[in-house]
């Protein structure tokens, strides 16, 4: 799986966007980015995946570059219950594959 | 809400002592694992499965075992616990579904071994 890189810890106020980056420049083609965040320690929950066009639901979205190398996850309207470390995940959709988690970003969002 | 149940939730044990902990999923998912996860730092696979009678090693070495007789239950055993072995184990499932490959985590067990 492609390694991805992310900033370590990043604030954002009540009320305002988060927009988290991800890099992914080595991403294969059939590679996809998935996002999964943990507020504090419990277990990681799923977000939101997408392969090349960006994607949106009911807790974010994901805006993938072009050329793929790069993902930004966006919490619209960002709350203090969205304060999480966020994984940025990229992995091939096989069954023998699994997920690599890695630091991840830590987000605090402040009142 | 995924439905993927762990007990217990805490557990305090001496040294030497042989522990199980539970993981139950009632989604009928193939894929099950453990991971380990000490305060503040990176989640580790520790086992995996891919159905009844299949276990796998990840990633990070560990000293504990796992079975899977049923594919709802995925139980992970400690022969003999030491200091070393406090930390957060998470358990979690997946199921294939073409583009979509999502893992549903349990609550975790944090275990502390004095």
């Known amino acids: 799986d492609a390694k991805t890189t992310q900033p370590t810890s990043m604030d954002c106020a009540e009320g305002r966007a988060a927009n988290l980056p991800c890099n992914h420049s080595t991403i294969s083609g059939n590679e996809y980015v998935y996002w999964y965040r943990q507020i504090h320690s419990q277990g990681p929950q799923y977000i939101i995946h997408?392969?090349?066009n960006n994607e949106t639901n009911e807790m974010a979205s994901l805006i993938i570059t072009e050329d793929r190398k790069s993902s930004t996850l966006i919490l619209p309207h960002a709350t203090l219950r969205d304060t999480a470390v966020y994984y940025c995940?990229?992995?091939?959709?096989?069954?023998?594959?699994?997920?690599?988690f890695g630091p991840g970003t830590r987000l605090s969002v402040l009142p | 809400e995924a439905d993927i149940y762990q007990t217990p939730r805490y557990l305090v044990i001496g040294t030497g002592k042989k522990i199980t902990l539970e993981c139950s999923q009632t989604m009928g998912h193939d894929k099950m694992y453990w991971y380990q996860q000490d305060p503040g730092m990176e989640l580790h696979l520790i086992h995996y499965?891919?159905?009844?009678?299949?276990?796998e090693k990840g990633d990070l070495s560990s000293e504990s075992t796992v079975s899977r007789i049923r594919t709802e239950h995925f139980p992970l055993t400690l022969e003999s616990a030491r200091p070393s072995h406090t930390s957060q184990y998470l358990c979690a499932s997946s199921e294939y579904k073409g583009s979509s490959y999502e893992q549903y985590f349990g609550p975790g067990t944090r275990l502390t071994v004095t």
């Open positions: 995940i990229v992995r091939a959709d096989n069954y023998g594959q699994n997920f690599v």
């Open positions: 499965s891919y159905g009844v009678n299949s276990t």
């Open positions: 997408g392969l090349k």
